[in-house]
T-cell receptor
Framework: TQLLEQSPQFLSIQEGENLTVYCNSS?????LQWYRQEPGEGPVLLVT?????EVKKLKRLTFQFGDARKDSSLHITAAQPGDTGLYLC???????????FGSGTRLLVRP | DAGVIQSPRHEVTEMGQEVTLRCKPI?????LFWYRQTMMRGLELLIY????????DSGMPEDRFSAKMPNASFSTLKIQPSEPRDSAVYFC????????????FGPGTRLLVL
C-alpha cells in the first residue's frame, strides 16, 4: 500500500512568518495535487504538479515537485490569517480516477 | 454557478437509525465521489460513480453503507443501521472526465451518531 505522509501535522505561526510543509511517498507519484480545506468546508484544489522538478507559484504560495517525483513541498511566504486551514496533498494514480490523500497539515496563522 | 450541494449540513442521530445523505453534483460533471473524513483516518474514498454507474465501491466500509445515483444530478449515501463509529464528515465531490481533473468538493455533512 502506498503511503502518503505529510509533515508537520500541526503548525502554529505568527502572521508574517514563512513556512514549508512537506508531502512524501514511498513510491513515485504520477501526479500530485495540493488542496486547502478551511474549517467547515470541503477541500479546494490549489495546484496540480506532474513533472519532476516542477515549481509552481500561486501568489505567496510556492509548490515544488521533487526531481524523483516522490516528494513535494508547499512554501508560504509572509503567512496571513486567511491561510489558516488544513493543507492536503493528494496523489493521482496512473490512468485512474483515484486520489490518495495524505493526512494533512493543520496550519494556524495568528494575527 | 452553484457548486456541489450537500444536505443536510449536520445530522445527529441515535445508534441504529437510518441516515441518508444527499448530493447534487455540478451540472455537466459526469464523475461523482463520496468521501469520509475523520481525524484518525483522514479523507477516504468510499465510492466512485461515472455516468451514474458505480465503478468502484471498494472503500465502502461494510454492508450497512449503500450509495445510489439514480440520475446525473442526484446521489445518496445511506447508512442503515448507523453506529457511533460512523460519526465523521462525509463529502461529495464531482469532476469532469474520469477524475484526474479537478475534483470539486461540497461543504460536507457532519454526522454524529450517539
Amino acid at each position: 500500500t502506498q503511503l502518503l505522509e505529510q509533515s508537520p501535522q500541526f503548525l502554529s505561526i505568527q502572521e508574517g512568518e514563512n513556512l514549508t510543509v512537506y508531502c512524501n511517498s514511498s513510491s513515485v507519484f504520477s501526479s500530485l495535487q495540493w488542496y486547502r480545506q478551511e474549517p467547515g468546508e470541503g477541500p479546494v484544489l490549489l495546484v496540480t504538479v506532474v513533472t519532476g522538478g516542477e515549481v509552481k507559484k500561486l501568489k505567496r504560495l510556492t509548490f515544488q515537485f521533487g526531481d524523483a517525483r516522490k516528494d513535494s513541498s508547499l512554501h508560504i511566504t509572509a503567512a496571513q490569517p486567511g491561510d489558516t486551514g488544513l493543507y492536503l496533498c493528494a496523489e493521482g494514480m496512473d490512468s485512474s480516477y483515484k486520489l490518495i490523500f495524505g493526512s494533512g497539515t493543520r496550519l494556524l496563522v495568528r494575527p | 454557478d452553484a457548486g456541489v450541494i450537500q444536505s443536510p449540513r449536520h445530522e445527529v442521530t441515535e445508534m441504529g437509525q437510518e441516515v441518508t445523505l444527499r448530493c447534487k453534483p455540478i451540472s455537466g460533471h459526469n464523475s461523482l465521489f463520496w468521501y469520509r473524513q475523520t481525524m484518525m483516518r483522514g479523507l477516504e474514498l468510499l465510492i466512485y460513480f461515472n455516468n451514474n454507474v458505480p465503478i468502484d465501491d471498494s472503500g465502502m466500509p461494510e454492508d450497512r453503507f449503500s450509495a445510489k445515483m439514480p440520475n446525473a444530478s442526484f446521489s445518496t449515501l445511506k447508512i442503515q443501521p448507523s453506529e457511533p463509529r460512523d460519526s465523521a464528515v462525509y463529502f461529495c465531490a464531482s469532476s469532469t472526465d474520469r477524475g484526474q481533473e479537478t475534483q470539486y468538493f461540497g461543504p460536507g455533512t457532519r454526522l454524529l451518531v450517539l
